[in-house]
């Protein structure tokens, strides 16, 4: 799989305007339906570009590190386990692609002032009544802070500490959030602390410019030298905390046992059953010493700690198996990436019957980069694309043509949906050049996360709000 950045240049400093975001635009747009437009499908003519709707999304907002990020985490904090309210903090952890090995550093950032307005998906009747329904409401979005849950654009707090090579893949435990792993071009898996720098972070209000933070030499608690080769695959255990499995590009997997203090015991003798890369990791959500793992030679396979060869080992895809993601609600659930550009669900209780597919997507028409099951809806996955696609899919939803015309009448919509399009499909974002991975927050509920060429994305799509309360509750 194509999994790094092709010439990494630092990323510009933006904030991303949404084009008729503001009252003065609704006068400028031509009065000619809207159109849905289909990467790989549309093509733009001379004279078009496309346009953001702004009523899309709950929050979008834009920024950037300075040297693209490959892998991020979002890192778990103590301001609440389920936040509906705007404006959001949100804290993380990213690697940079940087042009010279001795540039790199992981970033230890926080965004505050995430703002954002709840959108009605079917508009009230008195909003339904109103003939200048689009150029008021345009208005109000920005005459009103208390119905934005904020205003202006986030504030970036950054900390960076030195790191050799580029960053393959990183993550934060989810026990002990400042405790995090960093997989290296370099072929060393690094754990660190990054304690205090969020504790610094978190008493400091002060706003830090693209570059201007200071870069800090900080030693890792362990390096690990023992793989053969680099790798991107790596996961800490959501049940056993300090437990790490790291893969290689050597198709060898290496297990991580806390030992007493801040250290681990590395397994020497690796886990081998792939003959070719490990792509990905992910541990049960239910059984501590099972995991599975993705590899380019198109197959998953189920381990058991206690054992060096699989457990079971699937045909998954007819190409690269990119990234897997493990269902921490439905735990029998586990889903895959390819480098085609399909995606599969299954259900692992079938394993023994044969064919346990329920699901199959092949919408992206280029490789899966990320893929990863919401941790508030069961049924719902977000999946990232070299396409420049980010897509939502709700596996429960079928179509309902009755439903859709009561949609369509309520609305009084007028825009030309496609009619190719899967109805589990929930949402596509664009924007983004190169994206290479995508985080669910867990503890936003709605909010996901995007890495690319470009800088970050931060998003709530506005129909993506199931598990929020109503604005009266």
Known sequence: MVRSIKNPKKAKKKNKGLKGGDGSSASSVPSMPAKVWQPGVDKLEEGEELQCDPSAYNSLHAFSVGWPCLSFDVVRDSLGLVRTEFPHTAYFFAGTQAEKPSWNS???????????????LVPSKSAEDNSDMDSDSSDSDEDSDDELGGSGVPVLQLRKVSHEGC???????????????????????????????LNALSESETEVSQGGSSVFNQAPLLKFG??????????????????????????CIHLWEPASGSTWNVDSTPFRGHSASVEDLQWSPTEPNVFASGSVDGNIAIWDVKQKSPVVSFKAHNADVNVITWN??????????????????????????????????????????????????????????????????????????????????????????????????????????????????????????????????????????????????
């Open 106 to 120: 992981i970033g230890i950032f926080k965004i505050t002032n995430i703002s954002g307005k709840r959108r009605e």
């Open 167 to 197: 960053i393959n893949r990183i993550r934060s435990m989810p026990q002990t959030p400042h405790i995090c792993a960093s997989w290296a071009d370099t072929g060393h898996v690094q754990i660190w602390d990054f304690g205090s720098h």
């Open 226 to 251: 023992g793989h053969k080769d680099e790798g991107y695959a790596i996961d800490w255990s959501p049940l056993v905390p300090g437990r790490l499995v790291s893969g290689d590009c050597k198709s």
């Open 328 to 473: 921490r609600l439905a735990s029998c659930m586990l889903a895959s990436g390819s480098d085609d550009g399909s995606f599969s669900i299954r259900d692992l209780r079938m394993l023994k019957e044969g064919d346990s597919v329920v699901a199959h997507f092949e919408y992206h028409k280029h490789p899966v980069t990320s893929i990863e099951w919401s941790p508030h809806e069961a049924s719902t996955l977000a999946v990232s694309s070299a396409d420049n696609q980010l897509t939502i899919w709700d596996l429960s939803l079928e179509k309902d043509e009755e439903e859709e015309a009561e949609f369509r009448s309520k609305t009084k919509e007028h825009v030309n949906a496609p009619e190719n399009l899967p109805p589990q499909l929930l949402f596509i974002h664009q924007g983004q050049k190169d994206l290479k991975e995508l985080h669910w927050h867990p503890q936003v509920p709605g909010m996901i996360v995007s890495t690319a060429l470009d800088g970050f994305n931060i998003l709530m799509p506005s129909n993506i709000q199931s598990t929020l309360p109503s604005d009266g509750s």
